[in-house]
């Protein structure tokens, strides 16, 4: 069984930087699509990046050119760099597993950004 265990995030100031990392396990990590999601108090969840088997990646408007996804199959990890974090980067955020649907989730990770 497939579990994804998230750490990395916390509370900064505007402008500031977090990494979240997701930690995969019980399975062969290169055959995954890799995803991060985040969901605020409220909303639904969203998709924030993905990177594919493939080695390419994506990302939603709100986060390109701040957020950066990346991952190491030797480690079995998926990781998250963000830059310039604003209030409303403030949510869940979520590792998501996908080879066939419905895929796998993490626990999630609070980030919030406040000053």
């Known amino acids: 069984q497939v579990q994804l265990v998230e750490s990395g995030g916390g509370l900064v100031q505007p402008g500031g930087s977090l990494r979240l990392s997701c930690v995969f396990s019980?399975?062969?990590?290169?055959?995954?699509?890799m995803y991060w999601y985040r969901q605020a108090p409220g909303k639904q969840r969203d998709m924030v990046a993905v990177?594919?088997?493939?080695?390419?990646?994506n990302y939603a408007n709100s986060v390109k050119g701040r957020f950066t996804i990346s991952r190491d199959n030797a480690k079995t990890s998926v990781y998250l760099q963000m830059n310039s974090l604003k209030p409303e980067d403030t949510a869940v955020y979520y590792c998501?597993?996908?080879?066939?649907?419905?895929?796998?989730w993490g626990q999630g990770t609070q980030v919030t950004v406040s000053s």
């Open positions: 998501h597993a996908r080879r066939l649907a419905p895929g796998y």
């Open positions: 019980g399975s062969a990590f290169d055959l995954y699509n």
């Open positions: 990177t594919t088997i493939g080695g390419g990646t």
